[in-house]
């Protein structure tokens, strides 16, 4: 994944702003945006930091996830890991190709939930137990505005139905 002190990292939730992702990889450098084909942008377990259903990808014929790609420094990567609950089998990390806007790809690591939804749901139609908080939803559409994913993009992630939890949230809390 080229010089081997620094790796690339596909962020599609809350990762996507750069305040939240200095939060455990201060490292982290916006190097460009994407998207991973064949996924979809999925809501599925319960966060308990966030007071709602976090984001993941799960695979899905001709839909496509946009997100930021952030250079990261390998020594952060256990910090991303600790953060995204590796350890407690929640995310498993694994490298896939992103393409870019130009066409190219690049090669980044990524993170999808363990336990996969199996009923399929349009993002504004989701039922109550598989909504996000509007504060984790807000920090994911501040993010895709921030990283200038497409706008029909934006738009879509704006359409996301929330749970209606405006509160605080922890962002050091380790599930």
């Not at 750069?18 to 319960?46: C, E, W």
């Not at 939803?137 to 990283?147: F, P, R, T, W």
Request: proline share 5%; hydrophobic share 30%; glycine share 6%.
């Amino acid at each position: 994944m080229g010089d081997p002190e620094s790796c690339y990292y596909f962020a599609y939730g809350s990762n996507l702003l750069q305040k939240r992702m200095h939060v455990n990889v201060p490292s982290a450098t916006r190097s460009a945006i994407g998207k991973i084909n064949n996924y979809r942008l999925d809501f599925a377990r319960y966060s308990k930091r966030w007071h709602g259903c976090s984001a993941t990808i799960v695979p899905h014929n001709g839909y496509e996830v946009w997100g930021a790609i952030w250079e990261i420094s390998a020594e952060d990567l256990p910090s991303l890991d600790l953060q995204e609950g590796v350890h407690q089998n929640i995310y498993f990390r694994f490298n896939t190709n992103v393409k870019l806007p130009d066409g190219t790809t690049k090669e980044c690591y990524v993170y999808e939930q363990v336990n996969k939804p199996t009923t399929h749901f349009k993002l504004c139609e989701f039922p109550a137990d598989r909504q996000p908080s509007h504060v984790y939803k807000d920090v994911i559409v501040k993010g895709a505005e921030e990283s200038k994913l497409p706008d029909f993009y934006q738009k879509l992630l704006q359409s996301v139905l929330c749970n209606g939890y405006k509160g605080d949230v922890d962002l050091k809390l380790v599930e």
